[in-house]
C-alpha cells in the first residue's frame, strides 16, 4: 500500500502541475487503474476517509492549500445500502422506517475542500448503478447536498424547537421533498413521538418520552443513581 501511494504521488505530479482541476483528475484516473474500478465501480465503498487523506497530502505538495472535512453526504439515492455491520439494531430499525416513508437518511462521509470547492472523488458509493456520474464531484462549499459536522446547515444551538404546525397545513415529504401531504391529524405513536398522518415526523427519537425498555443503557443508569 505505501509503494502504490508513492506511485501515486509521482506520477500526479509528473502529470498535473499546479492545476487543481487536473490534480484531481488525474489522481482519480490513478485510483481507478490501480483498483480495477472499471470492473468494480463500488471498490471505494467505505475508503472515503484515506482517499481524502492522500488527496489533501498530493494537492498541498502542488501548491493547493486543502483540508479534510467530516460531515454528511445528503442525498444518497433510493438504492443505496450503508454499511450495517456496525450498528444497534434499533438503529438499523430507524433506518429501515426513514426509507419506508421516503426519507433516505444521510451517510456519514469525508470529503476534501479547497479553494471554495468540494472535491469528492467517492461519491459514487451512494448512488449504485449511476458510478459513472459521480467518479468526480467538485461543487461550492456551499452545495447542499454536503453539510460539515458542527456547520449550520447540520446543527444550530438552541434550548428548545417548536414544530409549528397545524391542521391544515401542506408538508413536502418523499425523497426529494417534492411530495405534497395534507396534515390532517397530528398524535403521537406508541412510544410517545411526534406524527403527522400516524407517520413519525422526526429521524429521532426523543428519549424523555419513551417507556424505559427503549430508553438507552446509560439515561437509565443515570435516573438510577439520580443524575
Known amino acids: 500500500m ?3 501511494l508513492e506511485n501515486w504521488r509521482k506520477y500526479i505530479k509528473e502529470e498535473s502541475g499546479k492545476d487543481m482541476y487536473a490534480l484531481v483528475r488525474v489522481f482519480r484516473e490513478k485510483m481507478e487503474a490501480e483498483w480495477d474500478w472499471e470492473n468494480d465501480k463500488l471498490c471505494f465503498s467505505g475508503q472515503c476517509s484515506s482517499v481524502t487523506r492522500e488527496l489533501v497530502e498530493h494537492l498541498k505538495q502542488n501548491g493547493i492549500d486543502a483540508m479534510r472535512v467530516n460531515g454528511e453526504y445528503m442525498e444518497p439515492s433510493e438504492d443505496y445500502e450503508p454499511d450495517m455491520s456496525g450498528w444497534d439494531q434499533e438503529d438499523i430499525d430507524q433506518y429501515e422506517e426513514d426509507k419506508e416513508y421516503g426519507d433516505i437518511p444521510p451517510a456519514n462521509h469525508w470529503w476534501v475542500e479547497a479553494q ?13 448503478d449511476e458510478e459513472d456520474d459521480y467518479r468526480i464531484v467538485i461543487v461550492d462549499t456551499s452545495d ?5 459536522s458542527g456547520s449550520p446547515k447540520s446543527s444550530g444551538i438552541r434550548e428548545a424547537i417548536k414544530l409549528d404546525i397545524e391542521v391544515g397545513d401542506i408538508l413536502l415529504g418523499g425523497r426529494y421533498k417534492n411530495k405534497r401531504i395534507v396534515v390532517k391529524e397530528i398524535g403521537a405513536d406508541d412510544l410517545g413521538q411526534p406524527t403527522v398522518n400516524g407517520k413519525p415526523v422526526l429521524k429521532f427519537r426523543i428519549e424523555k418520552n419513551l417507556p424505559d425498555e427503549k430508553k438507552s443503557k446509560k ?9
Open 219 to 227: 439515561t437509565l443508569e443515570a435516573e438510577k443513581n439520580g443524575i
Open 144 to 148: 447542499s447536498g454536503y453539510s460539515a
Open 116 to 128: 471554495g470547492k468540494i472535491i469528492d472523488l467517492t461519491a459514487e458509493q451512494f448512488h449504485p
Open 2 to 4: 505505501k509503494l502504490l
